[in-house]
């Protein structure tokens, strides 16, 4: 396990995939993520059975310390590691709603950065996120993202074309003291 201040982040098992199913059905959890349709527990159990054998990714279980319990609240990873350029693209999801807004994805993510740089050696993490979420911005920024650029009306939502954002931190940049 990987912990973080206030979450920590666990290897995503087989039992989770009810949980996911439900998260990704939830419009308000999927605008913001790469998937557009809703999903069944099939394509979900086939997603889960094809990244068993994958080395070029990272996924993790969010849990929040909540009282004297874990709970699960969403799910983090770093995805195509290219691992001769030490570069990973990072995705998060936090599903349960009811945590969104509480620091709860910046620790997750700042979490998550100090395994990929400081277990895993990368020099890059990268992201995209969406110009209509400005909490996961936000978030990103808090954690140490920097603003590289912007794909014009590159994806299509809620009716209406929209910006994607490119940002990115780099190994120096998230390991200096402070960060």
């Known amino acids: 396990m990987l912990y973080g ?10 039992t989770d995939l009810p949980t996911f199913v439900r998260w990704f059905n939830d419009p308000d959890v999927r ?7 809703p999903m069944s527990m099939a394509m979900e159990e ?12 990272y996924l993790f279980g969010i849990e929040a310390h909540v009282g004297d319990a874990w709970v699960h609240i969403g799910n983090n990873g770093l995805h195509r590691i290219d691992w ?5 693209t990072f995705g998060i999801a936090l599903g ?17 950065l100090r395994f990929a740089f400081g277990e895993l050696n990368l020099h890059r993490v990268e992201l ?4 209509f979420n400005p909490r996961g ?15 014009r009306q590159a994806i299509f939502r ?13 190994q120096h940049e998230f390991m200096m003291p402070g960060a």
């Open 5 to 14: 201040e206030r979450v920590r982040l666990r290897a995503v098992e087989r």
């Open 31 to 37: 605008q913001y993520v790469l998937m557009s349709e």
């Open 46 to 57: 086939r997603w889960f059975e094809n990244r068993l054998s994958r080395t070029d990714d």
């Open 84 to 88: 001769k350029s030490r570069i990973a």
């Open 96 to 112: 349960e709603k009811a945590y969104w807004g509480q620091g709860y994805g910046t620790d997750a993510t700042r979490t998550i």
């Open 128 to 131: 995209d996120v969406y110009d």
């Open 137 to 151: 911005i936000r978030c990103y920024e808090k954690a140490g993202f920097r603003h590289e650029g912007v794909r």
């Open 158 to 170: 809620n009716g209406q074309y929209h910006d994607v954002l490119t940002m990115s931190v780099l």
